[in-house]
Nanobody, 123 residues
Framework: QVQLTESGGGLVQAGGDLRLSCAASGSTFRNYAMAWFRQAPGKEREFVAAIRWIGDMTRYADSAKGRFTVSRDNAKSAAYLLMNSLKPEDTAVYFC????????????????WGQGTQVTVSS
């Protein structure tokens, strides 16, 4: 069992940056691949980025490539999403999730989820 808690969301102007954090507790964090998903109002939840168990591989959605960076610190049981050059279309609730498998970009591949943190980008 893994408990995930996101933080770091907020209101930012277009072009600004935010760093989201995902704190994990419970089972061994390094046993799980971690991912970030987001859900905008009226839309389905979508994959943003993922990182493998020891951080040696990452994957990004096309919308995130070149602007977002996913990372993790297994010693701190934490994952991060650095978001640069934010756009209004990045506005969403961002979730971190844990999976025992690599690589999954479908939310059905993830068994543990946080409650989400709101990111709002104003134009």
């Amino acid at each position: 069992q893994v408990q995930l808690t996101e933080s770091g969301g907020g209101l930012v102007q277009a072009g600004g940056d935010l760093r989201l954090s995902c704190a994990a507790s419970g089972s061994t964090f390094r046993n799980y691949a971690m991912a970030w998903f987001r859900q905008a109002p009226g839309k389905e939840r979508e994959f943003v980025a993922a990182i493998r168990w020891i951080g040696d591989m990452t994957r990004y959605a096309d919308s995130a490539k070149g602007r977002f960076t996913v990372s993790r610190d297994n010693a701190k049981s934490a994952a991060y999403l650095l978001m640069n050059s934010l756009k209004p279309e990045d506005t969403a609730v961002y979730f971190c999730a844990a999976s025992q498998f690599w690589f999954r970009d479908d939310e059905r591949g993830y068994i543990y989820w946080g409650q989400g943190t709101q990111v709002t980008v104003s134009s």
